[in-house]
Each structure stands twice: as structure tokens, then as C-alpha cells.
């Protein structure tokens, strides 16, 4: 019995291990991102491996299950903040780590009509991380004064020009 619940224990604790990431503040976030956007929640959907929409709410992510969340967002009337892109889509869907526990309902609850600032990465507008990459409006002070050190260090010495 012992080794039975030994074993369980392992196994719960290899689980929640998987779902963990290491930590990356703000800095780091936004040293990263190749685009910082605001923009309103105004759709979650699911879909299954095969892409298929997954419309049960109790649907869940997560190690072992191959639904993927995706945050259907709109650009609001002050959306761009930074963008290394040509154009900037005005809507824009952006997956969420499949490996985090969650429903499609709890998603929705949480996020659906909500406004944040996004920080993403490349072409396909991606999360520049898997967390930390929505963040709060009033956080909008602070990500302008970190993108701003960002584009001082990335400028060339005077004189070298």
C-alpha cells in the first residue's frame, strides 16, 4: 500500500511539474517582444488536434490533452504601443500553451471582453512567453519606460554612427 501511494504521489508531483515555468519579469518580457499591442478579448475558442472548434465549456488543456486555446483579440483605438511589423493586423488570434490546466470556460470567464496590453513575437504575433504576456493596462507606464531603455541600448555610441 505504501509503494501504491508513493507511487501516486510521484506521479501527481511530475504533473505539476508540468505545468510550471520559470519566471521572467517584465524586463526580460518586453526585451523580448517584437510586438506590444493593446487590445480587448473578444473571443476564447477551443480547437482539437485536428483544428476541429471544441464547443464543450468543460473541454479541458493541458498535459496529455491536444485541445489548444486561442484568444481572438482586437487592437482597440490605442492598441499600438510598439510593432517591428510593416502592418499590424487589427485582429489578431493568438494560441495559448497548450500544457496549461484549463477550461474553455474558465478561459472565457477570465479574459473574454477584457482589455491588455500584449507582448508577442514574430510574424504570427505569438505570446513572447508563456506567461507573463498579458498584462494589465495600468502597466502601460512602466512597459513604455522599459521599451524606451530598450531602444537606448540597441542605439549605437555617439559618434559611431
Given amino acids: ?67 489548444l486555446l486561442r484568444l481572438h483579440v482586437t487592437l482597440t483605438s490605442k492598441g499600438f504601443i510598439a510593432s517591428s511589423a510593416d502592418k499590424v493586423p487589427e485582429t489578431i488570434v493568438i494560441p495559448l500553451w497548450q500544457r496549461w490546466h484549463d ?4 478561459r472565457k470567464k477570465e479574459v473574454q471582453g477584457k482589455t491588455f496590453i500584449f507582448l508577442l513575437k514574430g510574424n504570427d504575433f505569438a505570446p513572447v512567453y508563456h506567461g507573463g504576456f498579458m498584462r494589465e493596462p495600468s502597466e502601460r507606464a512602466n512597459i513604455e519606460r522599459l521599451l524606451k531603455e530598450k531602444k537606448a541600448q540597441n542605439q549605437p555610441p555617439e559618434g559611431t554612427r
Fill in 103 to 106: 477550461t474553455l470556460a474558465n
Fill in 1 to 67: 500500500m505504501k509503494i501504491l501511494i508513493g507511487f501516486a504521489a510521484l506521479l501527481l508531483a511530475v504533473e505539476a511539474q508540468a505545468t510550471q515555468i520559470p519566471f521572467r519579469d517584465l524586463t526580460n518580457l518586453v526585451s523580448d517582444a517584437d510586438h506590444i499591442l493593446i487590445a480587448t478579448v473578444e473571443e476564447v475558442d477551443m480547437v482539437d488536434a485536428k483544428g476541429n472548434q471544441v464547443t464543450n465549456e468543460t473541454a479541458r488543456t493541458g498535459p496529455g490533452s491536444e485541445n
